[in-house]
Nanobody, 126 residues
Framework: QLHLVESGGGLVQPGGSLRLSCAAS????????IGWFRQAPGKEREGVSC????????RFAESVKGRFTISRDNFQNTVWLQMNSLEPEDTAVYYC???????????????????WGQGTQVTVSS
């Protein structure tokens, strides 16, 4: 059974950067798209970014375009989310998840994902 573990969160000042990792075990990520999501206190979980299984389809939420990048290494069974120019509004728990449908495309709708990690806290504050 697939197990996803996020890491790399922490406290950072506005304008700073963090790199989140999503490491998989128990199954390969070769055939699936992976998405990153976040949930701030009192808000619904929202899609941040996704990357298809061969990295041909990459998508971002409008709020993070130009600041975040996503990449993956199927040999390492890992997906990364590089977050630059962080803003206080980026404060949230960040989750990675596996897209449930096998496809050459990805979607940042949380409803399209089944296996989820436990999340990592990102706090942007001075």
């Amino acid at each position: 059974q697939l197990h996803l573990v996020e890491s790399g969160g922490g406290l950072v000042q506005p304008g700073g950067s963090l790199r989140l990792s999503c490491a998989a075990s128990g199954d390969t990520l070769d055939y699936v798209a992976i998405g990153w999501f976040r949930q701030a206190p009192g808000k619904e979980r929202e899609g941040v970014s996704c990357i298809s299984r061969r990295s041909k389809d990459i998508r971002f939420a409008e709020s993070v375009k130009g600041r975040f990048t996503i990449s993956r290494d199927n040999f390492q069974n890992t997906v990364w989310l590089q977050m630059n120019s962080l803003e206080p509004e980026d404060t949230a728990v960040y989750y990675c998840a596996r897209q449930s449908v096998l496809s050459d495309y990805c979607d940042i709708n949380p409803g399209e994902y089944d296996y989820w990690g436990q999340g990592t806290q990102v706090t942007v504050s001075s």
